[in-house]
């Protein structure tokens, strides 16, 4: 409710306020639905874009990639999948995970599938959460397919079109409302979370796993993907070079 509030005041004072996540369009909507007339919203990792209830960007997968990532995801021991489409997600994760029983409880926008087969529709973003032993890249060819692997949190992938990201998500916002963007800014939709770690680190001496355990990452994780040194000056200009695409 804080957070609704604090869309409505920035709202009021000519602010536009845009929702970055890596989570599927029909989840967010659910989330946001009382505020979709004055938000602006970039799912499934930049694939989708919503601008107050309207979906004017939506970019899958062509069909064959997707149906080949999944033939092959399908048949790596251990791996659970997280695929989001346009209007559905679907999921691999077994009924005794965390995240299965999260979604029930709340009753989110999911269907559980047990075969990757199952889904037939264009896929926009897959998710995969992986053992430590398993590096997809020993799997799939990622260039020869156009897409693109990264990392979204401890032993946890995604794999969208290659050129797809939440901050060209946040780019083709800017250049719809005709908003100018800043070279000086600090671009990225992680860029709090990379202040906020190498503060944390810099503040306790370089204790990295206060700071992951803080902020909810492992600590190769952070400082894989956030932290970014103890020299503070060092650390301004890796956030600063930081740009869209």
């Known amino acids: 409710d804080i957070f609704f509030d604090y869309i409505d005041k920035l709202v009021d004072h000519g602010i536009s306020v845009g929702i970055a996540t890596g989570r599927n369009k029909p989840l967010i909507v659910k989330m946001f639905e009382s505020k979709l007339d004055k938000l602006s919203l970039i799912t499934a990792n930049g694939t989708i874009l919503v601008h107050r209830g309207e979906t004017f960007f939506d970019q899958p997968m062509p069909m064959e990639t997707s149906k080949a990532i999944l033939k092959t995801l399908q048949t790596i021991e251990g791996v659970s999948c997280n695929i989001l489409c346009k209007d559905i997600?679907?999921?691999?994760?077994?009924?005794d995970s965390r995240f299965y029983k999260m979604m029930v409880q709340k009753q989110l926008p999911v269907i559980f599938i047990d075969d990757l087969s199952q889904v037939t529709e264009p896929v926009n973003n897959i998710g995969a959460h992986c053992p430590s032993d398993v590096d997809l890249n020993d799997y799939i060819d990622f260039d020869a397919l156009n897409v693109t692997l990264t990392t979204s949190g401890y032993e946890n992938v995604d794999i969208l079109t290659k050129g797809i990201t939440k901050a060209t998500g946040i780019d083709a916002f800017c250049k719809k409302l005709n908003i100018t963007i800043c070279?000086?800014?600090?671009k990225g939709t992680h860029s709090f979370r990379r202040n906020a770690i190498t503060d944390v680190v810099n503040a306790s001496n370089g204790n990295l796993v206060l700071a992951s355990e803080l902020f909810g990452n492992s600590p190769r994780v952070?400082?894989?993907?956030y932290f970014t040194g103890i020299d503070m000056e060092e650390a301004a200009k890796v956030l600063n070079k930081r740009k869209f695409g």
């Open 89 to 95: 997600a679907y999921s691999t994760y077994q009924k």
């Open 183 to 186: 070279k000086d800014e600090i």
């Open 222 to 225: 952070a400082e894989k993907n």
